[in-house]
């Protein structure tokens, strides 16, 4: 499950989200809610769904995070010095899961790897001292290819593509992009839960990540116009969703009938 655009929006259920997730407990499925976002911990989703009447534990959440984690220590294990351009809640995570930082301040040249995620604590520091590193030669990898981040108002932020434009317009280094579209967080709910790819869907209202990751991950996807996508949208698309609603409403209403 996608979840901005997809259950809610901003503050906002959408309406069936939440008998849909019922419906799906009841049934036995599992739900997973996924998210790019790598500025906010797992446990920020929990609150958040909380807030909206949904129940959820930290092991519901999949997120670029994870993604990006599982990734690293899988091609790289315990090698990797990361230079991180992050929020502090992503640096707090990638630490749990045993990863060597350096300070953002960090003037030495032991970094083997520039990591950018969804900085909302972003400054021309960490921005100067990502291109020495990228310079260098460091490995480049980032969270997320969201170029903006949808917030109240029909207004967008920039996000983590976005910070990576202006490290490759001024090294030439192009970042390798972890979470959706990325199969990798579906393989990651894969390992996690032990779930076979024929028995998942992945629902969401973009075309570039959530219905791609799909695509992606041969697994079947379900576009809802909740979103950010239009039908205009999807027909001018090269993705194609398997299943197209008006909204989760709509799925919840097929399934129950
Ligand atoms: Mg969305």
Redesign the pocket.
Known sequence: M?????LYNGDELIPGAEDFLRFLKNVGKRSVFMTNNSSRSRFAYVEKLARLGIESTVDDIASSVNATSCYLKEHYGDTLTIYLVGTESLRQELLTDGFHIVPADYEGDEVNCVLVGYDTELNYRKLERACHFLCEGALFYATNCDLRC?IEGGRYLPDCATICNMLEVSTGRKPRYLGKPDRYIVDYVHTKWGADYEDMVVV???LY??IAVGANAGIDSICVLT??STLADIDASEVTPTYIFNSIKDVYEILKS
């Open positions: 996608d979840m901005d655009g997809t949808p969401g209202d973009r990540t959530d979103g950010e």
